[in-house]
Structures are given as structure tokens and as C-alpha cells.
């Protein structure tokens, strides 16, 4: 009963042409950019890696191998498991979650100062400015970084002239410049959601707040971060999914040693051409990415409807 009389009134408000097109777009959006393309991944993982010439025939079967192989390895047997795969796996989770929870920390102040001081001119300037250095390219961005993070790089160059280090630190080999990459190519996506929602929040309770003689920590954890908590969950979502799941910093600023989970997907999908195998790890690194995030919406009691706000 609510759901057609929503429907009405979206296109009561919208008119019934727009509000077709506009529900024919997200559909379109929906089933033929997403749905289908992972329907599609989700069919390669469960095949086996045949010549075109047997594709299709009866050796083209549903089978768990993919899956197996980043578990146990290309043996599949159950006594060895597949440490290397599965421990890059491992690093790229918790790492993306490291560089989620900089960027929260990061973003947070500011995104209360910036919030707290709408209609201000100098803050207009200040989102512009936060803007501007979006315009250009990431994999150009990622390139910049590294000059940056070098041995003979500027931020090396100017330690040493300080006085501060008497010889250049490997930034690249220790990762540094990876986690500084990731962090600075996603660290908009956590700002402006807390932005938005923490502009939204009426001025009037933290002056009664502070009337009353509560801490700034206290007004932050009773009365702020509670009524930003869907845009700090919408922020974290963002740059945790985009963190896991990026390949041009990880390949161009990460080091020898290290190795992303994106990148074991690129090398089965192109160097060895095994879309199949790349599919299913494809699709591990997604299940796993939207479960961990499901589960801290769950601890933190957020729902979709929040993030929608």
C-alpha cells in the first residue's frame, strides 16, 4: 500500500515523463552497468579455463576449482594452502581499512569546521580549493607522488636539507607512498559526505551543549558524531571499497615487495589469461569487501535509508 502511493507521488512531484526517464535511467544504470557485468564475472568464476574450441561442449561444466586455487593453491590439495595469494588478500583488506580510518581522521575536523561555517566566503574557497587538484588525472596524480615520495624526491630533498635525515628514505619500498596515495586519491569522498551531513546539524544544541558545561569531546560524541554518523558510514564505504579495489597507486606507487589484491586480478585477467581464475578472485575480493562493510553498518546501527539521506 505505501509502496504505490510513493510511487504516485514521485511522479506527482516530477511529472510522468521526466519521472520515467529518470527511473528508466537508474534501471538502465542499474541492471546493465552493474547487475549484468557481475552476473557475468559470477558465471566466468564457476568455469574452467577451455579453448574456444571446447567452450561450450561437455567439458564446459560449473566447477569450485577458482575458488580452491586461492585457497589451496594450483596442487588443490587440502594439506598445503595458497599462503601467498591469500596473505596479499589479507594485507590488502586491512590495509584499505588503514587508509579508511586516516582519511576519517583526517576529514573529521574539517569536515566540522567546514560544516559549522556555512554562508562563509573563505569556506567556498577553502571546498574549491579542496576541489581543484581533482581536475587532474589520478594515475598523473599517482606519477606525481612518487617524484614526490622518491629517493631524490622533493620531501627526501627537504628533510635532508633540515638537517632532519643524512641520507634518503625509501618511502616507495616501505609503503609509505602507496598508503599516502590511496588516502589522498579518496580522502573527497569521506569529506563531503560528513560535510553534508554535518551542516545539517543545528547550530542551537552545541551552544545549549556548551551552556551546559559538556567537553568538545563529549558535544562530539553525544550530539555531532551521532547526526553525521550516516555520512561518515557513506564516507568509509567509499573510500574503503575504492581502496581495496584499486590498481593504478598500487602499481604505480606501491613498491617491490609489496603486492595488491588488484593486481593478482589484472595478471590472471591479462598476463595469463585466465579470465575465468581472475573472475573468481574478482568476485572474493567484492563478497568479502561487501561483507565487512555490511557488518560494521550493522555494529554501528546504520541502514541504506541513513546513507541516502
Not at 575458488?67 to 591469500?86: K, M, P, Q, W
Not at 546539524?201 to 554518523?229: C, F, T, Y
Not at 589469461?273 to 581472475?278: R, Y
Request: charged share 15%; net charge positive; aromatic share 12%.
Amino acid at each position: 500500500m505505501a509502496r504505490p502511493r510513493l510511487l504516485s507521488e514521485y511522479f506527482r512531484t516530477n511529472g510522468r515523463l521526466l519521472g520515467s526517464v529518470m527511473l528508466g535511467l537508474v534501471a538502465f544504470w542499474i541492471i546493465v552497468l552493474i547487475l549484468l557485468p557481475q552476473l557475468s564475472m559470477l558465471d566466468y568464476s564457476f568455469r574452467y579455463n577451455l579453448p574456444p574450441a571446447e567452450q561450450g561442449g561437455p567439458k564446459d561444466v560449473y566447477t569450485l576449482a577458482n575458488y580452491r586455487h586461492l585457497i589451496y593453491g594450483a596442487g588443490g590439495g587440502e594439506g598445503t594452502y595458497n599462503t601467498v595469494d591469500l596473505m596479499v588478500f589479507v594485507r590488502t583488506i586491512i590495509a584499505a581499512m588503514a587508509v579508511t580510518v586516516a582519511d576519517l581522521i583526517l576529514c573529521y575536523p574539517l569536515a566540522y569546521y567546514l560544516g559549522q561555517s556555512r554562508g562563509s566566503g573563505f569556506v567556498r574557497l577553502l571546498v574549491v580549493l579542496l576541489i581543484i587538484p581533482y581536475w587532474i588525472n589520478e594515475i598523473l596524480r599517482a606519477f606525481a607522488l612518487r617524484i614526490v615520495f622518491a629517493d631524490g624526491g622533493i620531501l627526501n630533498a627537504a628533510m635532508m636539507g633540515l638537517g632532519l635525515i643524512d641520507q634518503p628514505i625509501d618511502f616507495i619500498r616501505a609503503d609509505v607512498a602507496l598508503y599516502a596515495g590511496l588516502g589522498y586519491a579518496y580522502i573527497l569522498l569521506m569529506l563531503f559526505p560528513m560535510y553534508n551531513a554535518i551542516e545539517s546539524l543545528d547550530r542551537n544544541q552545541i551552544e545549549a551543549a556548551r551552556d551546559m558545561g559538556a567537553s568538545w569531546i563529549r558535544i562530539h560524541r553525544r550530539i555531532v558524531i551521532p547526526h553525521a554518523k550516516p555520512g561518515i558510514t557513506s564516507g568509509m564505504t567509499m573510500v574503503f571499497m575504492l581502496s581495496a579495489g584499486a590498481l593504478a597507486a598500487p602499481q604505480i606507487l606501491g613498491g617491490p615487495s609489496s603486492l595488491w589484491f588488484t593486481q593478482l586480478v589484472y595478471q590472471w585477467f591479462n598476463d595469463s589469461l585466465n579470465w575465468q581464475q581472475g573472475a573468481a578472485y574478482a568476485i572474493v575480493l567484492l563478497v568479502a569487501s561487501i561483507t565487512i562493510v555490511l557488518t560494521f553498518m550493522k555494529i554501528f546501527k546504520v541502514n541504506m535509508g541513513d546513507i541516502g539521506k
